[in-house]
């Protein structure tokens, strides 16, 4: 069993940034594909980032390329999702991901094996 701890919202003006982190254990680290989803209240989850198992390849969402990066510490067994130049619809409850199934980039959400409890992210204007 898996277990992610994400850590790392908070409030924040609209172009400011903030780290989101995920802490992983229960299982090898380099065995799991991570990504990151966000729920905005009265939307359906969505997808916003994922990276391999070995970090080398990333994906994001068109909404959120050249404003957000995810990358992934093997010593801290710990994926980080960087946000920059963060907007009010960046507001959203974010969640971590584990797949444990495939190398990743995983985007489909429902090849996700684990989720973490979620933290939120409020960008105010």
């Known amino acids: 069993q898996v277990q992610l701890v994400e850590s790392g919202g908070g409030l924040v003006q609209a172009g400011g940034s903030l780290r989101l982190s995920c802490t992983a254990s229960?299982?090898?680290?380099?065995?799991?594909?991570m990504g990151w989803f966000r729920q905005a209240p009265g939307k359906e989850r969505e997808f916003v980032a994922a990276?391999?198992?070995?970090?080398?390849?990333?994906t994001l969402a068109d909404s959120v390329k050249g404003r957000f990066t995810a990358f992934r510490d093997y010593a801290k067994n710990t994926v980080y999702l960087q946000m920059n130049s963060l907007k009010p619809e960046d507001t959203a409850n974010y969640y971590c991901?584990?797949?444990?199934?495939?190398?990743?980039?995983?985007?489909?959400?429902?090849?996700?094996?684990?989720w973490g409890q979620g933290t939120q992210v409020t960008v105010s204007s």
């Open positions: 991901a584990a797949d444990a199934k495939f190398y990743g980039p995983t985007v489909r959400e429902t090849f996700y094996d684990y």
């Open positions: 229960g299982r090898t680290f380099s065995s799991l594909a």
């Open positions: 990276i391999s198992r070995s970090g080398g390849s990333t």
